[in-house]
């Protein structure tokens, strides 16, 4: 496989006396052994793995301040592992460093269920989280569909099928301890709701993906378990059909928790993998929080507006293990589509426009796709305006990764043209560094990197991932 | 009045030939005219004004970066200036320099009513934008009370009484058009609902106050006019009956638009200002929006709520025009309290608590106020933690002002202790900046400022304001 890893993979000098120090400290817990600089050398995005020089995994705020103290007496680079389901390339080590592994940090450090927070270790993934709420009547509502780790979500401002209703990591974090690239350690804000007490350090943290600092613990909102659920699925005729029932479903103001759409082959790649039947056609799939009655209310709303869509085949799930049928099935659609052609990974393409373009930037896209040889299944937080297109490519074959960077590429420009972004939740990585300019122009890019600079002088925490930083 | 302005105004050289430049491009719009300096030198903080040099009326981004390229190489301060409502000395010209006056730009730019955004330039006012949106069936939540300007909001990361429901400004801007001080122009974001692309500029500019550019651009959520809006007001024994009433309403998750807080001395005030008869006891007043059938759910389960905590004397305000009586005497509860002392002037504190300390945060402040010589209403955004204490003070005595410093000192350690914030919604300005080094910590503060200083190394972005910079 030959994708093309920026030029900036220049592997830094790791020297003996760095990891002799490490092991000092550390004991096991800091290692070189191959299978395991393999493992946190990859994520789940298309490139090849570019292996750390070490791994130390960390117990405590004191033990990454530690690590990143001893790091930056040797100029080594730092990478942040949680989980390590990213999309982008953000957890390849392309300058080497020391991969600090976050997972053994899965405490829940504080459940503050009267105020609606809880605070935790940045390891601690999101389903581990919810099962420790299980009692309180409160719940954790980001869902990015992998199970992903608190921490990993802070960094690239993770979202998926819940944002609609409930937001994002990035208005769902309230606090955050940081270990900075010169080891000292901040909290960058309180429990209170709101606050309006200088920069919003917690903000320019999320979504730093790893670049300014190591997130240590996490204090998010969470929110009471609604009374009533209800989801429900339909079927539409064509894409265009679908969309548009979204779009006058957002602007009525109904507060549905979930939409999620998945376009026929998407469709067809769930009922193989979990065994259902739904009709291949471009689908929603629908859920609804609230009061009894609220929901109800909700429900007859987006009914009528799908009848007049178009849409048939309407379909309620009511029973909660019918609910986690429907919504299992849909978070294991990444791993169902990578089985419609054996032996391939996926390049995801994540745009995110003004939900006014959603329509055009979709069926666009759907045209721009039938020209291609690649299997590329769709699937989208359409609430959101958010859609992803899996390009499903043999890695062997350059030929199709090319094909799917192309397309890629295109499908950002278009959504650039409509107003929207080029990443609504996966985040930059190795992979949109371009993009990100042409998205917010150099000026704003030269911001970003001022405040880089600024708290990161040796560019140690995260290196190659953003910006194109030299070594 | 002998408020102690900080050490560091410390005025700087303002050059004859920078007013030239300034009077050759902008004509009668640059002035030193004495009652225009007076005009801009102060805001509705305590402090005794501290006049620009000059102020000059900008009328586009261009012009605004003009302005901002003058200074910069005349090394001279500037001071963005909305609708000087500002409550903690944001636009005290401590250092002298420019104010830029943004009332002329005033425009609606764009409205998206099917992306549910607009875009407006810095000096329009929150009343003037909700006319501008009158027709499209949406509006515009934000509301800190006075009629301040959607640029000042956004520097100040502004809220109010409808926060509770619909966020403050953190959440509602998406993105912001910036003049930063070496001259360049940004864009921060998209019209996107959503992003993880890059470093979140737009949250680093939202609450800045100033200090790293000048706003020119913004576009904010806006959200469809509720089918179906309520209001309530009801008494209460105690101030802690009231504050329990509101944290079980939150705790339930009832979507409430608004629930504030007045003491019987504020209320006294809006009895006496706005001609009113309410009870002279601890009121709560609520709103709620949604469809008639859910708000009327809202309303029983929260009437439910206010009779299990004490609360009598519930009334409903179902047509607007009691709304508007009721929320009018909200919103001149300020200026009704400065009537309950002739010639004073009131000291605000701004706490935001988590909602579980907020009962005791409030009584234990009430019986600190009752040791006060200083008339002292409490009013609050109480869904969210945050109420204000107004302290009453005559400005010819200084022995009342360090009185009220006192207390708010007081009040900022108890609000800190309980994992509080020292401002929820006012700002730092001139007035906080030590407690704001207490509340964050001096790391914390270091990395806020190395930001400043690597976007605004002169300091020339209203200096003086956040951090005690020297000139």
Request: net charge negative; hydrophobic share 40%; aromatic share 6%.
């Amino acid at each position: 496989m030959n994708h093309p890893v920026p030029p900036l993979a220049v592997r830094r000098r790791f020297p003996a006396a760095l990891f002799d120090a490490l092991k000092s400290r550390f004991g096991d817990r800091a290692t070189s052994a191959h299978a395991v600089l393999e493992h946190h050398g990859r994520d789940e995005s298309p490139f090849d793995p570019q292996l750390p020089d070490a791994v130390v995994y960390a117990r405590s705020t004191e033990e990454v301040q530690a690590i990143v103290t001893l790091c930056g007496q040797y100029d080594v680079p730092i990478i942040p592992y949680g989980n390590g389901s990213s999309l982008e390339g953000h957890l390849l080590a392309v300058q080497g460093g020391v991969s600090i592994d976050l997972s053994e940090m899965n405490q829940v450090l504080a459940i503050n269920a009267e105020d609606l927070t809880v605070t935790v270790q940045p390891g601690i993934s999101r389903k581990q989280l919810n099962e420790a709420l299980r009692d309180t009547g409160l719940f954790f509502p980001i869902d990015p569909g992998a199970d992903a780790s608190i921490g990993g979500m802070s960094a690239t401002r993770a979202s998926g099928t819940n944002a609609v209703r409930y937001g994002t990591m990035r208005e769902n974090v309230l606090a955050l301890t940081v270990v900075l690239a010169d080891g000292r350690v901040i909290k960058t804000g309180t429990r209170a709701r709101k606050s309006s007490a200088g920069y919003d350090l917690t903000r320019l943290f999320v979504g730093s993906e790893g670049t300014l600092g190591v997130i240590t613990e996490i204090t998010v909102r969470l929110y009471p378990q609604p009374e009533a659920v209800s989801a429900a699925v339909c079927a539409f005729p064509s894409m265009g059909d679908a969309v548009r029932a979204v779009i006058e479903t957002i602007q009525m103001g109904v507060p549905v928790a979930r939409v999620e759409f998945l376009d026929s082959l998407a469709v067809r790649a769930i009922n193989r993998h979990s065994n259902l039947s739904f009709r291949e056609s471009p689908m929603l799939f629908f859920e609804f929080h609230g009061s009894e009655a609220g929901v109800a209310e909700q429900a007859g709303i987006v009914q009528e507006i799908v009848a007049q869509n178009s849409g048939a085949d309407f379909e309620w799930a009511t029973r909660p293990e019918d609910r986690s049928r429907l919504w299992n099935a849909r978070h294991s659609a990444y791993f169902a589509m990578l089985q419609l052609k054996p032996g391939c990974r996926a390049v995801t393409t994540d745009v995110c426009v003004p939900i006014s373009r959603l329509a055009e930037c979709v069926v666009e896209t759907e045209q721009d796709l039938k020209a291609s040889s690649l299997p590329c299944p769709i699937v989208g937080h359409v609430g959101d305006g958010n859609f992803h297109v899996a390009m499903l490519l043999d890695p062997a074959k350059p030929e199709e990764m090319e094909e799917a960077e192309a397309i890629n590429h295109r499908i950002v420009q278009r959504a650039l043209r409509m107003g929207g972004t080029c990443t609504g939740e996966h985040g930059v990585g190795l992979h949109k560094i371009g993009f990100l300019i042409e998205e917010h122009g150099e000026d704003a890019i030269g911001v970003m990197r001022a405040i880089k600079q600024s708290l990161d002088p040796k560019n140690l925490m995260n290196p190659g991932k953003i910006f194109s930083f030299a070594a």
